[in-house]
């Protein structure tokens, strides 16, 4: 893990069959864990950094650098501030017309 807060052994099992952010983009989860970790991508074999969301709702998870810059930050939030967090799942076009995700405390 390069950066977690309150994410557990059973999150990171978890993670491994976690769902997309892609899938829920447009809806709020309420965040208990949060980490930022690195995984070897199947098709290139190169190491990404992936973010991993423990919820109430389910684990979820994102490669999007965007998705990832903010769950950097909200990890940063959740350890000063509050133990779990709503979170809104949005998305964006880039002006190449690419799709990423962002993440908004609500």
């Known amino acids: ?3 977690s807060y309150n994410f557990s052994k059973k999150d990171e099992i ?4 976690a769902t997309p952010l ?3 983009k447009g809806n709020t989860l309420t965040v208990t864990g949060a980490a930022i970790t690195t995984r070897i991508d199947e098709d290139t074999k190169e ?4 973010a991993l969301l423990a919820t109430n709702e389910g684990t979820f998870t994102s490669i999007s650098a965007t998705a990832i ?3 950097d930050l ?3 939030y959740m350890t000063e501030e509050e133990s779990s967090v709503k979170v809104k799942v949005n998305s964006s076009k880039s002006n190449a017309g690419r799709e990423f995700i962002t ?3 609500v």
């Not at 978890?14 to 069959?17: E, Y």
């Not at 190491?47 to 992936?50: G, K, L």
């Open 69 to 71: 810059k903010g769950l």
């Open 103 to 105: 993440l908004e405390l």
């Open 22 to 24: 892609q899938k829920v």
């Open 47 to 50: 190491e990404r950094q992936v």
């Open 14 to 17: 978890n993670s491994v069959s």
């Open 1 to 3: 893990m390069l950066k």
């Open 74 to 76: 909200i990890i940063d």
